[in-house]
C-alpha cells in the first residue's frame, strides 16, 4: 500500500486534543508529509506542541480557529490536499445543557468543513465519529450521527470527475481519552473503592495510536461516502476494575443519563448496507444518489440482514494480561504529557 500522506499537505482540526496530538506525533514520525497544519481554539495547548516538536520542523503551522467560522476554515484549507476533522463538542451531560452550542460545533462545523473543503479543492476530507452516532440516546450522539449523514452525501455536492472526497470513521472507546475510566479507577484505587454505573457494562476497546492508524489508512482506501468501522476486542468494565484495583470493591451506582449498557458499532438497521472484511466493516449510504467509479467494496461479504456489531456479542474479549498491558502503555503515554494536559486524558 502506498503512502496516503506522501508529499500532501494535510490540515488536522481539534488537532491540540487527545487524537490530534497522536495524529501528529505518528504523521511527524512516520509519513513524509509536506505540510501539516493543526487547526484549533486553544492557544496553550499550541504552545505546548511548540515546545514539544521545537520551532525547527518547518512543516509544521499552527492555525488558532474554530470550525464554526468558515472564513477562517477557508484561510486555513489553502492549498491543502487532506483533512483530518477531528473537532467536536465531545462531554455528554454538557451537551444536554447546552444543545444549540453542540449543534452549532458537531453538524454546523461539518457543513463548514464540507463547504470550504470543496471550494478549496482538498482531495479527501476523514471525518472521526463515534459509537455513540449510532441509535444514538444522548444529544452528542445525534449530532454525530448528523455530521456523518452530512459527510456522507456531502459527496454528491463535489465535482464526481476528481473532486472532493468524504468519508468517516467510527470507532468505540479510546484507552485513557478525555473521560476514561482509567483516570479515575487510579485516583479511587488508594481508599479501596471504586465505582461502576452498572457491573454487567461491556465497551469496544482501542489504543489511541491505533485509532491514528486506522484513520490513515482509511484516508489510503476511501472511495466517498463510506463509514469506516475497525473490528476492535470488547471487555468487560468489572474486567478493568478487577486489573487496575485489585482487591477494591466495586460499587454500582447506576447508569448515567444517556449512556448505554453495550457498545454498537454496526446497527441492525445498517447490516444491510455493510460490508464485512478481516480487520473492519464498511458501510455504505443508506441511500446512494452517486456510487463512485470502481467502488472497491463489493468483494466483501455483505453483513447478514437484521444482525449488528455490538460489545456485548463480540467474538473477541480482552484478557486481563491484555487489559494490564494497554493501561501500562496508557501510562507511560500519560507521563509524557505536559502537566496542564493531564486534565484531558
Known amino acids: 500500500m502506498s503512502d496516503s ?8 482540526t481539534g488537532g491540540t486534543g487527545s487524537f490530534g496530538r497522536k495524529f501528529v506525533e505518528i504523521v511527524l514520525r512516520e509519513h513524509n ?6 487547526y484549533s481554539r486553544d492557544e496553550m495547548k499550541q504552545d505546548e506542541m511548540r515546545t514539544r516538536y521545537g520551532f525547527t520542523d518547518d512543516r509544521i503551522r499552527y492555525f488558532i480557529g474554530d470550525v464554526r467560522d468558515r472564513d477562517r476554515l477557508y484561510r486555513a484549507m489553502s492549498g491543502i490536499d487532506i483533512v483530518v476533522h477531528a473537532a467536536a463538542l465531545k462531554q455528554v451531560p454538557a451537551l444536554e445543557y447546552n444543545p444549540i452550542e453542540a449543534v452549532k460545533t458537531n453538524i454546523g462545523g461539518a457543513e463548514n468543513i464540507i463547504n470550504t473543503a470543496i471550494d478549496r479543492g482538498v482531495s479527501k476530507v476523514m471525518a472521526l465519529s463515534t459509537d455513540k452516532a449510532v441509535n444514538p440516546v444522548n444529544l452528542y450522539g445525534a449530532t454525530k450521527l448528523v455530521s456523518e449523514k452530512l459527510f456522507a452525501q456531502g459527496n454528491v455536492y463535489a465535482d464526481p470527475r476528481g473532486g472532493t472526497r468524504f468519508a468517516c470513521t467510527r470507532y468505540g472507546n479510546v484507552v485513557g481519552s478525555r473521560g476514561s475510566v482509567i483516570p479515575l479507577f487510579l485516583q479511587q484505587r488508594p481508599a479501596g ?14 489504543m489511541l495510536d491505533e485509532g491514528v492508524r486506522f484513520v490513515i489508512r482509511c484516508i489510503e482506501q476511501m472511495a466517498g461516502g463510506e463509514v469506516f468501522v475497525p473490528r476492535l476486542p470488547s471487555m468487560k468494565m468489572t474486567d478493568l476494575a478487577e486489573v487496575i484495583a485489585p482487591g477494591c470493591e466495586i460499587q454500582s451506582i447506576g447508569i448515567r443519563p444517556g449512556e448505554k449498557l453495550h457498545e454498537v458499532l454496526v446497527s441492525r438497521n445498517e447490516s444491510p448496507s455493510a460490508f464485512e472484511f478481516e480487520d473492519m466493516y464498511v458501510i455504505e449510504p443508506l441511500i446512494f444518489f452517486r456510487r463512485p467509479e470502481n467502488w472497491p467494496w463489493e468483494n466483501g461479504r455483505r453483513m447478514e440482514s437484521g444482525s449488528k456489531y455490538s460489545s456485548d456479542t463480540n467474538t473477541r474479549w480482552l484478557t486481563h494480561g491484555e487489559l494490564g498491558e494497554m493501561v501500562r502503555r496508557w501510562q507511560e503515554d500519560y507521563e509524557t504529557m505536559p502537566r496542564t494536559r493531564r486534565s484531558d486524558a
Open 5 to 12: 500522506l506522501e508529499g500532501k499537505a494535510v490540515l488536522v
Open 193 to 206: 473503592k471504586i465505582t461502576l454505573t452498572d457491573a454487567r457494562m461491556t465497551r469496544f476497546w482501542i
Open 33 to 38: 508529509v509536506s505540510r501539516l497544519v493543526i
